[in-house]
């Protein structure tokens, strides 16, 4: 009985998985690709999937900066100075249980009341007996403010929101119309590098001005999506431009002179190509210029750990990144196609366009 309940239990798994569904955009290049492939008489190979992997935030340990706690008794060096009480009060929350396991992304914002408390403080220290207490607190002080751009960066390296939204996703964008938009988490990311950015000239906002724009970014799908999308497209149009480059348009079309199968090709590029490819592609190009520039930005952040900026380096902002590999791919695949068509005589305005319904996309 235990064995039949587990048989139709893996069965139904297997059935579920197999029922789920393609998305959309990885149909859609599947079948530019494999009517490409007919035409040109080419082989393309299909994404490989663990590709993937290299697209994310870098592990905890290679990125966490070790900051040395203060090791002084504030609460009695205080405990008679009674203008300091916020001071005292912030001290005692980092002593108390809580405190001490506090997440990075609160423990910013307690550094930003805690060093604000201090300045409060350092104005009432004015008598000629407080002194040394003025002046080792301005030494903590100053410590504590130069060690905010490393609390930040261990804010945004732990952050599990941000680690999802730069991290791959298992599906692309959506094949979707009205194009998709991406503000509210965009907005999201340039608060955070806003912080970062102004450290430690400007003190750490409040919890909730950090939590809320990292909530943010937890409920959107789009950026990890897009990641998966652009490294999948990408490598769609690097295959179709091979197949292109590999039959050049001289041998389809000699003498310049459109022939059966160039006609066939044409309606490719018309009905599967600008018909279908082009409007993701225009999505795509909507929401990932100002996602690279935000990532660019972010990057730009002073005091980022070198695996930190070797991950975000993967996503834009250089050569090797997966954002300008797509633009370069986009480029040479729209190259392609103009070297094809031209050959051929069919590009808009020249004779052979007007042929295009001649011929069969199957």
Not at 34 to 53: I, K, M, N, T
Not at 242 to 258: E, H, N, S
Request: glycine fraction near 6%; charged fraction near 15%; hydrophobic fraction near 40%.
């Amino acid at each position: 009985m235990r064995l039949a309940t587990l048989f139709i239990t893996l069965l139904s798994t297997l059935l579920l998985t197999g029922c789920q569904r393609q998305p959309a955009a990885e149909q859609q290049m599947e079948n530019y690709l494999d009517r490409l492939a007919r035409v040109l008489r080419q082989d393309w190979q299909p994404f490989p999937a663990d590709s993937l992997s290299r697209y994310r935030l870098p592990e905890r340990r290679d990125s966490l900066y070790s900051i040395p706690a203060e090791r002084i008794g504030l609460l009695e060096l205080l405990v008679d100075v009674n203008p300091c009480r916020p001071l005292q009060q912030r001290v005692a929350e980092r002593n108390s249980v809580l405190g001490k396991v506090m997440p990075w992304s609160s423990r910013i914002a307690y550094e930003g009341e805690l060093l604000r408390a201090m300045e409060q403080c350092l104005g009432t220290l004015s008598e000629p007996d407080q002194q040394p207490l003025r002046n080792e607190l301005s030494a903590i002080a100053e410590r504590k403010r130069s060690q905010l751009p490393q609390v930040y960066w261990n804010t945004i390296n732990t952050s599990t929101e941000l680690a999802g939204y730069l991290r791959f996703a298992d599906t692309p964008l959506p094949v979707q119309e009205p194009p998709l938009h991406d503000t509210a988490a965009l907005a999201a990311l340039q608060q955070l590098t806003a912080i970062g950015a102004g450290l430690p000239a400007q003190l750490p906002p409040a919890l909730e001005l950090i939590e809320q724009p990292l909530q943010t970014l937890q409920r959107s799908p789009n950026g990890s999506q897009l990641i998966t999308a652009l490294a999948q497209t990408r490598h769609g149009l690097q295959q179709a431009t091979a197949m292109l480059q590999a039959q050049p348009g001289r041998y389809l079309c000699p003498m310049g002179t459109p022939s059966a199968r160039s006609k066939v090709l044409l309606n490719v590029f018309v009905l599967f190509y600008a018909g279908e490819i082009q409007p993701y592609l225009a999505q795509l190009q909507r929401l990932g210029q100002p996602w690279a520039e935000s990532i660019i930005a972010l990057r730009a952040v002073p005091g980022i750990p070198a695996a930190t900026a070797a991950a975000l380096d993967q996503l834009a902002g250089t050569p090797q990144s997966l954002w300008e590999q797509y633009q370069a791919a986009l480029t040479e695949h729209t190259d392609a196609w103009k070297q094809q068509l031209g050959a051929c005589q069919s590009q808009p305005g020249q004779a052979g366009w007007e042929q295009r319904d001649q011929g069969n996309a199957d």
